[in-house]
């Protein structure tokens, strides 16, 4: 499961730098402390019909490009089906997106109460989710472009806290495969989203400001307070 994340602009900056993507006046996207789905994040893609990279704003809720309407999108997709389940088949082959990424937010419940935990690299650089993309047009003409990230099993540090964990792409290498066109076996992708190695990562109990999906500014990487931190050892 990933529901809500965090990109930071200087993140931004490096994973486009590192793949070459250039931008229109520089103009980065902002940093973002607190996106959750229906917003339009930042992705790299393969420009449809052209031979570069972009970087575009998609609709984070996958709508499959046959679906009658646009009423049930697919925030996540989880890897073990993409090849199977029509919703993603067809954007697996063809249609891989990388998400930039600084951390990403889960939950863990006690009781009734739901406690925010921010996880990250060890070394706090930025990394990828694996995302997949469509193009739906509703009946009116309208076009809406849309993407969803790419889950697998939890490792260790993510266990304790949740069942499914974003897959994560850390460097050139595995952004390079991911996006690549002329890879389109599944068996050569599948090898990427296996869970993250669990030393390379960390998680940090944060503040409950975060809850709040108005809320989205650097506020949210607050650690929680002593109080908060009861019960909340991994």
Same mark, same amino acid.
């Given at each position: 499961?990933? !529901?809500?994340?965090?990109?930071?602009?200087? /993140?931004?900056?490096?994973?486009?730098?590192?793949?070459?993507?250039?931008?229109?006046?520089? =103009?980065?996207?902002?940093?973002? $402390?607190?996106?959750?789905?229906?917003?339009?994040?930042?992705?790299?893609?393969?420009?449809? #019909? &052209?031979?570069?990279?972009?970087?575009?704003?998609? /609709?984070?809720?996958?709508?499959?490009?046959?679906?009658?309407?646009? @009423?049930?999108?697919?925030?996540? =997709?989880?890897?073990?089906?993409? &090849? %199977?389940?029509?919703?993603?088949? #067809?954007?697996?082959?063809?249609?891989? !997106?990388?998400?930039?990424?600084?951390?990403? $937010? %889960?939950?863990?419940?006690?009781? /009734?109460?739901?406690?925010?935990?921010?996880?990250?690299?060890?070394? %706090?650089?930025?990394?990828?989710?694996?995302?997949?993309?469509?193009?739906?047009?509703?009946?009116?003409?309208?076009?809406?472009?849309?993407?969803?990230?790419?889950?697998? =099993?939890?490792?260790?540090?993510?266990?304790?806290?949740?069942?499914? +964990?974003?897959?994560?792409?850390?460097?050139? =290498?595995?952004?390079?495969?991911?996006?690549?066109?002329?890879?389109? @076996?599944?068996?050569?992708?599948?090898?990427?989203?296996?869970?993250?190695?669990?030393? &390379? +990562?960390?998680?940090?109990?944060?503040?409950? /400001?975060?809850?709040?999906?108005?809320?989205?500014?650097?506020?949210?990487?607050?650690?929680?307070?002593?109080? &908060?931190?009861?019960?909340? @050892?991994?």
């Amino acid at each position: 499961m990933c !529901c809500r994340y965090v990109i930071l602009q200087e /993140h931004t900056k490096s994973v486009l730098a590192q793949l070459g993507v250039l931008l229109e006046n520089d =103009a980065l996207p902002a940093s973002r $402390y607190n996106l959750s789905p229906g917003a339009g994040i930042p992705v790299v893609r393969n420009q449809p #019909d &052209a031979n570069h990279r972009e970087l575009a704003y998609l /609709h984070w809720g996958l709508v499959p490009s046959w679906a009658r309407d646009a @009423d049930n999108p697919s925030v996540n =997709a989880r890897a073990e089906s993409l &090849a %199977e389940k029509p919703s993603f088949r #067809d954007a697996f082959r063809a249609r891989r !997106c990388l998400i930039p990424a600084s951390g990403f $937010y %889960e939950w863990a419940v006690h009781g /009734h109460t739901r406690k925010p935990w921010l996880f990250r690299l060890r070394d %706090e650089s930025p990394f990828a989710l694996a995302g997949l993309w469509e193009t739906w047009r509703s009946p009116d003409g309208d076009v809406l472009e849309s993407c969803a990230v790419v889950t697998t =099993a939890p490792n260790t540090v993510m266990q304790p806290v949740h069942h499914r +964990m974003p897959a994560m792409l850390n460097g050139l =290498a595995a952004w390079e495969a991911w996006l690549d066109p002329h890879v389109p @076996d599944t068996a050569t992708l599948g090898i990427l989203l296996q869970p993250f190695p669990s030393d &390379a +990562m960390t998680a940090l109990a944060v503040s409950p /400001h975060v809850n709040n999906v108005r809320h989205d500014g650097p506020s949210c990487l607050s650690p929680a307070t002593e109080e &908060a931190q009861l019960g909340l @050892d991994l």
